[in-house]
């Protein structure tokens, strides 16, 4: 009997491996499908002869798709089993990437971007809704960890090959790469996942009302306020960082593959080992140790002066460390924050206001930043300020983010006490007062 449970444990174990795999690798290719296009971003511009303003909108048409996408699926997501509907986004977005390189021109590139956007902004909560199902609170942050190094992988070998044979072959040729990439991960899934449908078939309300209910609970918007803080303190930088570091600090062209190489693995390295800390000593231990390196940072490669080369790729690579840690930390917490009836609407719309808090970093610092007649980058240091301040504000907001566990146990509390109370025919206690008892 007892090798029967270990065996089962064992087999289980296996599973939720496989699960995992699945997940990063659709973070993998989701994330490069994203990040691919800026550095192609010459080669567009030359191509389908456009200017700077109609490059941004192939990039924010991603964006802003995924952000409208992610509200509409809050609000009919959880009406269907978890495999479902990640198997559908998924294969839309494929879709989406294998018609961005078919794309002839400028118009139909963007409206593929749209639909790319439109189903891969939401695989990310939906990726997170699964490991909050499949995963319990105390393994999750190491399964968060995990889901993290598709992110590391797409820095340290994503991008850098896809910019590699977008340079060389055209840039058609890194979304044929991806969509034809994507598809052993989207033939595993219906076998390696498991159905994830308990909370279908239950009484669903409008969706409308979904929305509102979403958004009008305490905990969730202490959450999406968290998530905001820290896309804009992100979000305000990053995108400057490339020109920043050839203008300004003195690197090549050619040199900023280092950037990426360094940072993404590093961040291979390190995601897992936070992610287990985060498990062991708890997410907001873990958070509120990572949130002032990641704050200093900011200010230090804002403020970077002319340095070597290593200098500068050793600062980046330890702000993605710090960066993608207080992610891991604060998306566990995050995902333990809703009952898991309310999760794949909870995560869908926090995917949302994830992009769009991000295009609108994105737009704070596009708006500060100046470029000086000899070409240098202007005002970044400010940008860095604005980073910071947001990036240490999340610190208080992430205190202000329960447990769904510990939010049902006050229900709970509340509810005796106001039955108790009533019975008694004394004034209805409220929540401190019940703990006070």
């Not at 511009?45 to 509200?71: D, E, N, Q």
């Not at 400028?106 to 790319?116: D, F, G, H, S």
């Not at 200098?311 to 980046?316: G, T």
Request: aromatic share 10%; hydrophobic share 50%.
């Amino acid at each position: 009997m007892h090798r029967n449970y270990k065996d089962g444990a064992e087999s289980e174990r296996r599973r939720e491996q496989l699960v995992l795999l699945i997940l990063a690798a659709v973070q993998f290719t989701s994330i490069v499908d994203f990040m691919i296009v800026m550095p192609l971003g010459p080669q567009l511009m030359r191509t389908l002869h456009i200017g700077p303003t109609k490059f941004g909108l192939i990039v924010s048409s991603y964006t802003f798709a995924a952000g409208a996408a992610g509200l509409i699926a809050s609000s009919i997501v959880d009406r269907f089993a978890r495999r479902t509907t990640f198997i559908v986004l998924y294969s839309g977005f494929l879709i989406g990437t294998l018609l961005c390189g078919f794309a002839p021109n400028y118009q139909t590139l963007v409206m593929a971007r749209v639909l790319t956007g439109a189903f891969g902004g939401i695989l990310g909560g939906m990726a997170m809704a699964i490991i909050g199902d499949v995963f319990p609170e105390h393994r999750r942050g190491r399964a968060t960890g995990t889901l993290m190094t598709g992110f590391a992988l797409a820095s340290v070998a994503g991008v850098p090959f896809g910019l590699y044979i977008g340079t060389n072959y055209g840039w058609h040729v890194p979304f044929f790469a991806l969509a034809i990439g994507g598809a052993p991960a989207l033939a595993l899934a219906p076998f390696a996942l498991p159905p994830l449908n308990a909370h279908v078939g239950k009484i669903h309300q409008h969706p409308l009302r979904s929305i509102v209910e979403t958004f009008a609970h305490e905990n969730h918007l202490n959450a999406f306020a968290l998530i905001i803080m820290l896309m804009i303190g992100s979000f305000t930088v990053f995108p400057f960082l490339s020109p920043y570091l050839v203008k300004n600090v003195g690197m090549t062209e050619d040199q900023l593959p280092y950037v990426y190489i360094a940072g993404g693995g590093l961040t291979l390295f390190t995601a897992p080992i936070v992610g287990r800390f985060a498990d062991r000593y708890g997410k907001l231990t873990v958070f509120q140790l990572l949130i002032p390196c990641s704050a200093l940072l900011l200010l230090v490669i804002t403020h970077l002066p002319q340095v070597a080369v290593w200098v500068a790729v050793a600062v980046f690579g330890a702000l993605m460390v710090c960066n993608v840690g207080r992610m891991i930390a604060a998306m566990a917490m995050i995902t333990s924050s809703v009952e898991p009836r309310r999760r794949g609407a909870f995560l869908s719309a926090n995917a949302s206001v994830q992009h769009l808090a991000s295009g609108f970093g994105a737009y704070i610092g596009g708006a500060i930043v100046s470029e000086a007649p000899d070409g240098r980058i202007l005002h970044f240091g400010l940008v860095g300020w604005i980073a910071a301040f947001s990036t240490l504000a999340s610190i208080w907001l992430a205190g202000r983010v329960r447990m769904a566990d510990e939010t049902s146990a006050e229900e709970i509390c509340l509810a005796a006490a106001a039955e108790a109370s009533m019975d008694a025919g004394e004034p209805i206690l409220g929540y401190s007062d019940v703990m006070n008892h």
